[in-house]
């Protein structure tokens, strides 16, 4: 527990100190969750839309397999 005490201060005096690279970290951070969250979007909705308008055979095996 110590050690993990330890890295959180460590990590917070990083960030506080505006290390250049901790803050090219967070900016890559950020970019590829944003790209993740366009992605998942322009796949998740159309697909969830579909699924929950339809109605096939198999749509109960399909949902639990989501």
């Known amino acids: 527990m110590v050690e993990i005490?330890?890295?959180l201060t460590h990590t917070l005096?990083?960030?506080m100190?505006?290390?250049s690279e901790?803050?090219?970290i967070v900016v890559l951070s950020l970019k590829v969750s944003g790209v993740a969250l366009v992605v998942s979007t322009l796949v998740g909705v159309p697909l969830g839309s579909?699924?929950?308008l339809?109605?096939?055979w198999g749509r109960r095996l399909f949902i639990a397999f989501l």
């Open 5 to 7: 005490w330890q890295g």
């Open 13 to 15: 005096g990083l960030i």
């Open 17 to 19: 100190a505006a290390n």
């Open 22 to 24: 901790v803050g090219a």
């Open 50 to 52: 579909w699924l929950g």
């Open 54 to 56: 339809s109605h096939f």
